[in-house]
């Protein structure tokens, strides 16, 4: 799970109890949030592992790993590029032995 200033990044069907699931969804949507809903083959591609940051010149950056990108669909990567300048890093050895990603 990711969020972002106005968007968030959640796999909701990993969230297998209906009134949580209904109760994040409507919380995220409560807070202006956006909701880019995952699945589990994407969240497993990292692509929960998004951060979004500001860069000196105050523009919206959305970073991520490459695995994390080619996990989204073309119509998530435009929902994004509204958010921020999309960036992405090469770390397949964090991924594979450590878990984690960018």
């Given at each position: 799970m990711n969020?972002?200033?106005k968007f968030a990044i959640v796999c909701l069907e990993s969230i297998r109890d209906k009134v949580e699931?209904?109760?994040l969804e409507n919380k995220l949507?409560?807070?202006g949030k956006e909701i880019i809903s995952i699945t589990v083959d994407?969240?497993?591609q990292f692509c929960g592992n998004v951060l979004q940051l500001l860069s000196n010149d105050g523009?919206?950056?959305i970073t991520m790993s490459e695995t994390a990108f080619s996990g989204f669909?073309?119509?998530q990567h435009k929902i994004l590029q509204k958010y921020g300048k999309i960036i992405t890093v090469r770390v397949p050895?964090?991924?594979m032995v450590?878990?984690?990603s960018a």
């Open positions: 969020i972002g200033e699931r209904h109760y949507k409560k807070l994407q969240m497993s523009e919206s950056i669909t073309e119509t050895t964090i991924e450590g878990g984690g």
